[in-house]
């Protein structure tokens, strides 16, 4: 991973007072951020996702929502899905640049 480490980037998620995170994989850019439900320690962490092929052109795809009754939960669900290609995000790591946060 260029810009974090993957333990950074985690880490930054985890404490929510972090900032977003904007990164790229491939051919796809990626808006990252998690959410705080008040006075719960329930998380919503959500990733937009868009065709990077022409970077002034980003094309919306998806969106994807990970939500948990804890910020551990919302995190695993997070990091066991297939989101990159068919890969994780641990084993997608090392394609991934991150441009913010």
Request: charge should be negative.
């Amino acid at each position: 991973m260029k810009g974090n480490s993957i333990n950074e980037f985690i880490n930054d998620i985890l404490n929510m007072s972090g900032p977003e995170k904007e990164f790229v994989f491939r051919n796809k850019f990626y808006f990252l951020e998690a959410l705080a439900t008040e006075g719960t320690h329930s998380l919503d962490l959500h990733m937009d996702e868009y065709d990077n092929t022409n970077p002034k052109d980003k094309i919306y795809l998806t969106t994807w929502h990970f939500r948990g009754n804890t910020q551990r939960e919302c995190l695993e669900k997070f990091e066991h899905a297939p989101l990159f290609n068919g890969m994780t995000i641990d084993q997608a790591e090392r394609e991934i640049e991150v441009l913010f946060g």
